[in-house]
C-alpha cells in the first residue's frame, strides 16, 4: 500500500521530468502501480481510513509522482458520498477545452506540495481529454468542473509543471474577477 513518503515531494528535480510515452502492453509493475495509485487515493477520500492509514487527502496523482517518468495518471472522483470513478488516462492529450475558464476558490492542492500556496489558478471549465485505458484501446474522457481541473493539473506534472507555476508571482488574484470561482 502507498504511504505518503511514497509521493515525491516538490524538492524532488524528477518532478520537473517530462515523462515519456507508455508502450503497451503495459508492464506488470506499471499495473501494480495504478493500482496501488487509485487504493490511495481512493482510501485518501474516505475520512476513517484516511486518518487510520494517516493519508493526505487527494483525488489524482500521476506515475511521476511515484518518481516514474511514464505518461500516465490516475483520478478518482467521489462523485456521490463513498462512490467513486476511476479514471486511469494512459498517454493523454488534450483535444478540446471550454473557453469558459475557472478557479479552484479554496485553492488547488497536491500531494507533491506539503504546503499552502496563496493564488488562483486559472484551468478550463470543461476539457476532452484522450488517451488509452490499462489494456491500450483508446478512450475519450470528458471532465466539468473539479473533473476538469484535476485533468489538467494530472497533465500538467506529465509536462514537470506544477500548479504554482501558473500563479501570478507579483499578483497571486490576478483576474480572480474573469473566472468563475468552483
Same mark, same amino acid.
Given at each position: 500500500?502507498? +504511504? ?10 524528477r ?17 501494480? %502501480? ?12 474516505i @475520512? @476513517?481510513? !484516511? @486518518? ?8 489524482? $496523482?500521476? !506515475?511521476?509522482? &511515484? ?5 500516465y /495518471? ?7 458520498e463513498?462512490?467513486?470513478d476511476?479514471y486511469?488516462?494512459?498517454? #493523454?492529450?488534450?483535444?478540446?477545452n471550454?473557453?469558459? +475558464?475557472?478557479?479552484?476558490?479554496? *485553492?488547488e492542492?497536491? &500531494? ?7 493564488g488562483?489558478? #486559472?484551468?478550463? !471549465? ?9 489494456n491500450?484501446? +483508446?478512450?475519450?474522457v470528458? *471532465?466539468?468542473?473539479?473533473? !476538469?481541473?484535476a /485533468?489538467q %493539473? @494530472? $497533465?500538467? %506534472? $506529465?509536462?514537470?509543471?506544477? /500548479?504554482?507555476? %501558473? ?13 468563475r470561482?468552483?
Amino acid at each position: 500500500m502507498l +504511504k505518503n513518503k511514497d509521493i515525491i515531494d516538490e524538492k524532488d528535480k524528477r518532478l520537473r521530468t517530462i515523462s515519456k510515452e507508455v508502450v503497451f502492453p503495459l508492464t506488470e509493475e506499471d499495473k501494480k %502501480h495504478i493500482n496501488d495509485m487509485i487504493e490511495y487515493l481512493t482510501n485518501s477520500q474516505i @475520512e @476513517e481510513l !484516511a @486518518e487510520k492509514y494517516q493519508l493526505r487527502p487527494g483525488m489524482g $496523482l500521476s !506515475a511521476i509522482q &511515484l518518481g516514474i517518468p511514464k505518461r500516465y /495518471f490516475v483520478v478518482v472522483h467521489e462523485y456521490e458520498e463513498q462512490k467513486f470513478d476511476n479514471y486511469i488516462i494512459i498517454n #493523454p492529450k488534450m483535444v478540446s477545452n471550454s473557453m469558459e +475558464k475557472i478557479y479552484v476558490d479554496c *485553492g488547488e492542492g497536491c &500531494l507533491s506540495v506539503n504546503r499552502e500556496v496563496e493564488g488562483i489558478i #486559472p484551468r478550463y !471549465a470543461r476539457v476532452t481529454i484522450e488517451g488509452y485505458d490499462i489494456n491500450g484501446n +483508446k478512450i475519450r474522457v470528458r *471532465g466539468r468542473e473539479e473533473l !476538469a481541473v484535476a /485533468f489538467q %493539473h @494530472e $497533465l500538467d %506534472h $506529465l509536462n514537470g509543471i506544477l /500548479f504554482y507555476d %501558473h500563479i501570478d508571482k507579483n499578483n497571486p488574484y490576478k483576474d480572480s474577477d474573469k473566472y468563475r470561482a468552483i
